[in-house]
C-alpha cells in the first residue's frame, strides 16, 4: 500500500510540474504578445501636433533653418514582404525660417504655395528589418509630391515601435532646382541646390485589420 500511495504521489507531483510548466509557458506567451504585432500588417496613425519637418539649406552668406507643419499622415508596411503604404501631408505654406522676407519670398516665387499648398510623401517599400518592440534603422522608398511633381526619394528611418506607439524621424535630400523649382541665388546670394529634410514623427501603433 506504501509503494502505490508512493507512486500516486510521484504522478500527482508530476502532473503538478507539468501543469505549472503550461501556465508559466501561457504566462510567458502572454508578456510576449506585443511581439507578435508584427506578424501582420502594421498600421502607424501620426499625431500631426506632435510631429515636424525641420530643413536645412546653405548659402555663402548663412546656413538657413526652418520647419513645415505636417497636416496629418497615416503609414502601414508588412513587416515580411517590406510593402509599404499610405503618406504624409506637409503643410507648404507652414514653412518659415524666422526671417518674414526671406518666408515670403519663399512662399510667393519659390514653392508657390497659394497653387500648391501641400507637400506629400507616399511610402512604398522598406529595405531592412523593423524589430518589433525595439530601435530599428532601414531605409524607406516612396514618393514625394512637391510644387506639383511626383519624385522618388530614399529616406533614411531610425525608428522605435512599440505594440502601441511609435517615434520616428526620417532623412532624405531634395535636390529642388533639379526639380523644376526656382533656383533662390542672386549675384550677392547664392544658395545651395540641395536641401536637407528631417522628419521628427511620433503616433500610435496597430495591426492591420
Do not use: C
Amino acid at each position: 500500500m506504501r509503494v502505490v500511495g508512493a507512486k500516486s504521489a510521484i504522478v500527482a507531483l508530476a502532473v503538478a510540474v507539468v501543469v505549472a510548466f503550461f501556465l508559466s509557458a501561457i504566462a510567458v506567451l502572454s508578456m510576449r504578445l506585443p511581439q507578435t504585432i508584427f506578424d501582420h500588417g502594421i498600421v502607424l496613425a501620426l499625431d500631426a501636433a506632435q510631429s515636424k519637418v525641420h530643413y536645412t539649406v546653405d548659402s555663402s552668406l548663412h546656413t538657413v533653418h526652418g520647419t513645415f507643419n505636417i497636416k496629418s499622415g497615416t503609414l502601414s508596411f508588412d513587416p515580411m514582404s517590406g510593402k509599404a503604404g499610405g503618406e504624409v501631408v506637409v503643410y507648404a505654406g507652414s514653412g518659415e525660417s524666422g526671417n518674414s522676407s526671406r518666408d515670403e519670398r519663399m512662399h510667393k516665387e519659390i514653392l508657390e504655395t497659394t497653387k500648391y499648398p501641400d507637400a506629400t510623401f507616399r511610402a512604398t517599400q522598406i529595405e531592412g528589418t523593423v524589430a518589433a518592440g525595439g530601435v530599428s534603422d532601414v531605409k524607406v522608398k516612396g514618393i514625394v509630391n512637391l510644387h506639383g511633381q511626383d519624385h522618388e526619394i530614399v529616406a533614411l528611418v531610425h525608428a522605435e515601435i512599440t505594440s502601441t506607439q511609435w517615434k520616428a524621424t526620417a532623412k532624405f535630400d531634395v535636390p529642388y532646382v533639379q526639380w523644376g523649382i526656382k533656383d533662390p541665388s542672386n549675384w550677392l546670394l547664392k544658395v545651395k541646390p540641395v536641401v536637407n529634410i528631417e522628419l521628427d514623427m511620433t503616433g500610435t501603433a496597430k495591426t492591420a485589420n
